[in-house]
């Protein structure tokens, strides 16, 4: 199947600075979504992205859509204890089939 | 409005023993998937399906495991038997596609299996 390269794996930030985490993949894809998943729950959708180039905010998350259409990068600003968590790409490739990266685990010291 | 539910949250049972999990996706969205999540890894596709259809379900090991949508609503994922391999998180999602529009999709809690 189509492969997700999602960086870093983990993250260890101090409160109030900016992140950044991205997602490459061997394909092209034409959506691209980004999750937070909190311990013993499902993802959450933070932003989705439906075109190449598009660049959303949603709060202090900003995410965008990649040019070849084959990678998206997901900021957050001036972090804040609750944005531990993980993190995870998806991209939907050929036939509506979603692919997911591998995450990346946030952790912030107040 | 509703999330996608899913039950149970938490299952511990004896291998080559049975399983079903349940999920009642939000209201008015006609696709629904089944995901396995492992360890410390993003979540991988089990099935898909539109409406009562199961459009996708190449990376469900079919000898062991089955799923159903009756009506086009609610759906089961069964295990039978589990096998020690089978111990994920069992997730829930569902979107609403019309036509060629982009979808999004919504998950559910999800569904610890323990494989002992």
């Known amino acids: 199947g189509q492969q997700l390269n999602q960086s870093p794996q983990s993250m260890f930030i101090q409160e109030g600075e900016d992140v950044s985490m991205n997602c490459t993949s061997s394909?092209?894809?034409?959506?691209w979504l980004w999750y937070k998943q909190d311990p013993g729950e499902g993802p959450v959708l933070l932003i989705a992205l439906y075109k190449a180039g598009e660049l959303t905010s949603n709060g202090r998350l900003t995410a965008q859509f990649g040019i070849t259409r084959k990678d998206s990068f997901l900021n957050i600003s001036a972090s804040i204890p609750s944005d531990v968590g993980i993190y995870f790409c998806?991209?939907?490739?050929?036939?509506?089939?979603?692919?997911f990266g591998s995450g990346t685990k946030l952790n912030v010291k107040p | 409005e509703a999330g996608v539910v899913q039950s149970p949250r938490y299952k511990i049972i004896e291998k080559k023993q049975p399983v079903a999990f349940w999920c009642n996706p939000i209201?008015?969205?006609?696709?629904l998937y089944w995901y396995r999540q492992n360890l410390g890894q993003g979540p991988e596709l089990l099935i898909r399906y539109e409406n009562e259809e199961a459009v996708d379900d190449s990376q469900l090991p079919k000898d062991r495991f089955s799923a159903e949508r009756l009506k086009g609503v609610d759906s089961t994922l069964k295990i039978q038997p589990a096998e020690l391999g089978d111990s994920a998180v069992y997730l829930c999602?569902?979107?609403?596609?019309?036509?060629?529009?982009?979808?999004?999709?919504?998950f559910g809690p999800g569904t610890r299996l323990t494989v002992l």
């Open positions: 394909s092209i894809f034409n959506t």
């Open positions: 209201s008015g969205h006609n696709t």
């Open positions: 999602a569902s979107s609403f596609r019309q036509g060629l529009a982009a979808d999004t999709q919504y």
């Open positions: 998806a991209g939907r490739g050929n036939f509506n089939k979603f692919y």
